[in-house]
């Protein structure tokens, strides 16, 4: 088994926050990868995080692409979120 698929999303699940929506979600014992494939093909910067009594937690793309050792580009590291979808703003020339 590979490294990255023993890492679970319980491992660096955050509080719940206000905004993040219930659908989709991942569970605590999923895998970070599978969170992290479901947030790019959802476009999604955040997803919710769920339990044995429904929505715990949340994960954000950044920690959970830290966790497995990446980074995001310099060039994405200016985003902020809006809702879910990353919204990119342009820095001074």
């Known amino acids: 088994m590979k490294?990255?698929?023993s890492r679970k999303v319980g491992e660096i699940v955050r509080?719940?926050?206000?905004g993040v929506p219930s659908t989709p979600c991942v569970g605590l014992t999923d895998p970070v990868m599978r969170a992290v494939e479901l947030m790019l093909k959802k476009d999604l910067s955040r997803i919710a995080v769920s339990g044995r009594y429904g929505?715990?937690?949340?994960?954000?793309l950044e920690d959970a692409?830290?966790?497995?050792?990446?980074?995001?580009?310099?060039?994405?590291?200016?985003?902020?979120?809006?809702?879910?979808?990353?919204t990119h703003i342009e820095k001074d020339r």
């Open 55 to 60: 929505v715990i937690g949340h994960l954000r």
């Open 3 to 5: 490294l990255t698929q």
């Open 65 to 86: 692409l830290r966790h497995l050792g990446l980074h995001l580009p310099p060039s994405t590291s200016s985003f902020t979120t809006d809702g879910n979808r990353p």
């Open 15 to 18: 509080p719940l926050v206000e």
